[in-house]
């Protein structure tokens, strides 16, 4: 027993201290719990096959999805559109409809497909998302509105069932709900705004020569030089490739890309292939060609070859109106830097072989200052010219892989990684909804994590990832190791008998005074175990003593089992006491004392309030 407090305390200390990592100190704790026989292999390392981490990982994935096929940027702009600007109205809008969605699917679910939602609205907003993030967690386990909310509501129904009494109703928690939401929000407000801004969450200004895709069609004035043109039946260019058409050296214009009507038919599937232009290319009946030049020169172009010039405000192959000009969805644009020592000086743009070798377009050269965007291919490389490239993000990826002739400037994985697949937006949201259809019906016969780890599987093999390895990286495996690694305390815990002499101590000595006094025993012992076990754990240490406790005093076993129940519920001051906290710790930059600050004086009012409240609502 005290070999196994002495563990706890030392974690505990290591926690609020954050210069080690959370993860790091909980492994650093689970070693020490099998090296003491504490714990065997296969016990301390259960955490990690808990049905609860399985489901994290799972939900990350989802939750990753949704932020990928940009269904989260849809929904965060509906969602601010009811709040604006206003920082309170975002607040408030958050936690209310967290909290609702809590009352009927886990807590655990609802903050991992909240928080890329979050996020994107914090950004759309210019708030910090670490002024969001913790009282989006807070709000989920605020939302105990129902039976199903939380397991221990369960728990105690369970336990009340178990004791020959009538069972909870499904809205038996609504009126405690309602009230721990209001205290909530109104907490949250003041907390939130002095202790959660983090300033490196802030916009940072775009220093030195990495651009973004937007500030790079701006600087070299792509959109003013970017023309649309239909390939109609009758035109002589159908049916050839671009090389035996010489079409750079006959008009002086460049075909930076072809967009044909996709293949696929169904209707959440991509309508349009994008294709970088290559001399191989050939060009078919319909398609749309993004074509770089002078107007004088695309016109003759169109004219000669009896071509269509496409309205640019409409979206290719439907009728949608859309400003898009240059998509960097499949293909990006990226400048390169030309080094004194390198090969290309000298020579002409058009014997770089950055077409042939890479299979990207040289679209302009940059030269102190000064822009040749015209008769690109006839231009010597000059050392120091930078060159601004366009092609696969594959490829742009390959090329910054040479770092003898020249540097890729900026970061292309980075810039690759904020494209969304705005196609898959349908269908990742009915993979949701699915998802969270299963978890609330009880008469689907899938379990909740089974659900979860479908609707994983479900997302990279409908394309809503560009590939598998996408999927893995949306994980935080922080979050997940600290909540693995951390569940087998409580197990160790009970094991060694240190959480049934406390809870037997303090509710013993508090239970021959008044009804109201043990009432805050229980209250008061379960809020403080779940600073150092999981909530569903301390529910079920504590849910048959205060049976036994209100048994021996006759007086109802109501209260007291439903104290149990919110009070394990109600765990804010620690980043691992539930997995919505840990889930936004590293999302939201917190350390162990953020949760200590901000959530510490929330459970500490939550439970002045509820020990006042719960009597009047549920009588001895």
Known sequence: MITTLIILA????????????????????????????????????????????????????????IFKTGLAKMISSRLLQLAGKSELKLLILIMVVTASIGAFVSNTGTVALMLPIVVSMAVGAGISPSRLLMPLAFASSLGIATLISTPPNLVVHGALLDAGYKGLSFFSFTPVGIICLVVGILMMIPMSKWFLDKKDHKPKENTGKAKTQDELIKKYQLSENLFRICVTRNSPVCDHKLQELNITQRFNITILEIRRK????????????????????????????????????????????????????????????S??????????????????????????????GFRDDYSVNILGVERR?????????????????????????????????NQTDWIVLGQPLEEAAKVTLDYKAPVAAAIMLLMVAIMVFDFIPIPGVAAVIIAAILMVLTGCFKNVEEAYKTI?????????????????????GVSSFISEQLVTQLGG????????????????????????????????????SAQAMDTSPYPYLIAVAVSASMCFASPFSTPPNALVMTAGKYTFMDYVKVGLPLQIVMAIIMILVLPLLYPF
């Open 10 to 65: 030392l974690s505990m200390i290591f926690f609020i201290h954050g210069k080690i990592r959370a993860d790091i100190v909980a492994l650093c704790a689970l070693v020490l719990l099998m090296v003491f026989n504490i714990l065997t292999p296969d016990e301390a390392l259960s955490g990690f096959s808990n049905s609860v981490v399985i489901m994290m990982i799972g939900l990350f994935v989802v939750g990753g999805a």
């Open 262 to 321: 996709s293949s696929t038919t169904g209707r959440f599937m991509k309508t349009v292939d994008q294709r970088l232009a290559g001399p191989d290319t050939e060009i078919k009946e319909n398609d749309i060609l993004y074509v770089f030049g002078e107007f004088e020169n695309v016109e003759k172009f169109v004219e000669d070859n009896s071509l269509e010039l496409t309205d640019v405000t409409v979206t290719e192959f439907s009728g949608e109106s």
């Open 323 to 352: 400003n898009e000009k240059l998509s960097v969805r499949e293909i990006g644009i990226a400048e390169v830097l030309v080094l004194a020592e390198s090969t290309l000086v000298n020579k002409a743009v058009k014997e770089s």
């Open 369 to 401: 200052g000064e822009y040749m965007l015209n008769d690109v291919k006839d231009v010597k490389i000059h050392p120091g010219d930078v060159i601004l490239i366009q092609g696969s993000w594959d490829n742009i990826t390959r090329l910054s892989k």
């Open 476 to 496: 935080n495996w922080e979050s997940i190791v600290l909540i693995g690694a951390m569940l087998p305390m409580s197990l160790a815990l009970q094991k060694t």
């Open 513 to 548: 005074h008044s009804p109201m006094l043990l009432l805050a025993g229980i209250y008061l012992t379960t809020s403080a175990l779940t600073l150092f076990i999981s909530n569903t754990a301390t529910a079920v240490l504590l849910a048959p003593i205060a049976m036994q």
